[in-house]
C-alpha cells in the first residue's frame, strides 16, 4: 500500500483527478497485477457476500450459542410490518439489516468482515438499504464499497482495527466512517465530503470502549452495529451538505490510535471491566459457564 495517510489521498485525487473509488481500484490492480476490471469483480463477490448474509439473517431465528441473541432482527421486522419507523423506510432497513448481518455472524455464517467481524452489520446495511431505497445502480455500490475499503485500509495503516488493542473505537467506529464514506460516495459526494463524512463519523466515537460480556461478541457488540450504522448516516448527511470536520481526518486517526494507548486493558476486549463486570454481567457468565 502506497498510501499512508488521507493528505496523501487527497493529493493523489486531486493530482489525478480521480475519485477515491479509482484511486482505490488502481492501487489494489497494481499490487496484484491484475486488471481493474477483475478487481472490481471481486469487489462485486464481497457486496454479494454481503446482501446474502443480509437475506440468509433476514431468513433465521436462531439463537447464537449462549442464546442471548438472534431474533432481534425478527422484532424489527415484525414491528416495521404494522407499524413505520419514525425515520422513515432507508432508517427501518439499517437497522434491520445491521442485525441481520451481525446475527448471521453469530450462527457462524458467511459474512465480510469490514473492517472485523464484530462489526460487519454497519457497511453493508448502509450500502445495501440505500442502494435498494435509492435505486443506486451495482456499478455506483461497487465504488461506495472500494472507497469504504481505502478508508479502512488507511486507518489500519497507524492503528490495528482490533477490539484487543485500541477498544471498540477501532472495530464499529472505523466501520462507522467507512460506511460514512461509501455513502457519500454513492450519492455522487467529492473527495472532499467523502473524508469530512469519515472524520466527522470517527471523531464523535472516539473513547468506545471494548467490554464484551462472558468474551463474546454479543453484548454490547450487536446492537452497536445499528447505532453506528445509522450514525454514519448522520456523518454523511451533514457532509453532503457542507460541513466539515475542524480536525483532519489524519489527526483524528492519531487520536484514535493514543486513545486506544491510553484505554485500560480492562476496557480492550478482556471481558475485565466495563460492561463485562456489571452484576448482571456477572450473572449472565456464571449461568453460562456453570460457574459457583
Avoid: H
Avoid at 454481503?50 to 432482527?73: P, Q, R, T, V
Avoid at 463524512?197 to 470502549?209: F, M, R, S
Avoid at 460480556?213 to 450487536?222: I, K, N
Avoid at 475542524?246 to 486517526?253: C, G, L, Q, R, S
Amino acid at each position: 500500500m502506497t498510501i499512508l495517510s488521507f493528505l496523501e489521498l487527497e493529493n493523489r485525487c486531486e493530482t489525478e483527478k480521480k475519485s477515491i473509488y479509482e484511486v482505490a481500484q488502481d492501487e489494489e490492480a497494481s499490487l496484484s497485477g491484475d486488471i481493474v476490471d477483475v478487481i472490481r469483480l471481486r469487489v462485486l463477490e464481497d457486496l454479494l457476500a454481503m446482501k446474502d448474509a443480509i437475506k440468509n439473517g433476514l431468513a433465521s431465528k436462531e439463537k447464537s450459542i449462549s442464546g442471548w441473541c438472534g431474533d432481534d432482527c425478527a422484532k424489527l421486522v415484525k414491528k416495521y410490518s404494522s407499524k413505520p419507523a419514525l425515520f422513515g423506510r432507508i432508517f427501518e432497513k439499517i437497522t434491520t439489516y445491521a442485525l441481520a448481518t451481525v446475527e448471521e455472524n453469530l450462527r457462524m455464517g458467511r459474512i465480510v468482515a469490514c473492517p472485523t467481524a464484530g462489526s460487519c452489520g454497519i457497511v453493508p446495511s448502509v450500502i445495501v438499504a440505500v442502494s435498494e431505497e435509492l435505486n443506486v445502480p451495482e456499478n455506483q455500490q461497487i465504488n461506495g464499497l472500494l472507497t469504504a475499503g481505502l478508508v479502512g485500509l488507511i486507518v489500519s495503516n497507524k492503528v490495528q482495527l482490533a477490539g484487543a488493542v485500541a477498544g471498540c473505537q477501532a472495530e464499529c467506529g472505523v466501520a462507522s466512517a467507512m460506511a460514512a464514506a461509501a455513502l457519500v460516495q454513492m450519492l455522487g459526494g467529492d473527495t472532499s465530503q467523502i473524508l469530512n463524512a469519515a472524520a466527522l463519523a470517527l471523531k464523535n466515537i472516539l473513547g468506545l470502549t471494548c467490554d464484551p460480556v462472558c468474551g463474546l461478541v454479543e453484548v454490547p457488540c450487536v446492537k452497536r452495529n445499528p447505532f453506528l450504522a445509522v450514525y454514519s448516516v448522520t456523518a454523511a448527511e451533514l457532509a453532503m451538505c457542507g460541513v466539515e470536520s475542524k480536525i483532519p481526518i489524519d489527526e483524528i486517526v492519531d487520536t484514535l490510535k493514543i486513545t486506544g494507548q491510553l484505554m485500560s486493558p480492562l476496557l480492550k476486549e478482556t471481558s475485565l471491566g466495563g460492561l463485562a463486570k456489571t452484576k448482571t454481567a456477572l450473572e449472565l457468565e456464571k449461568k453460562l459457564f456453570k460457574k459457583k
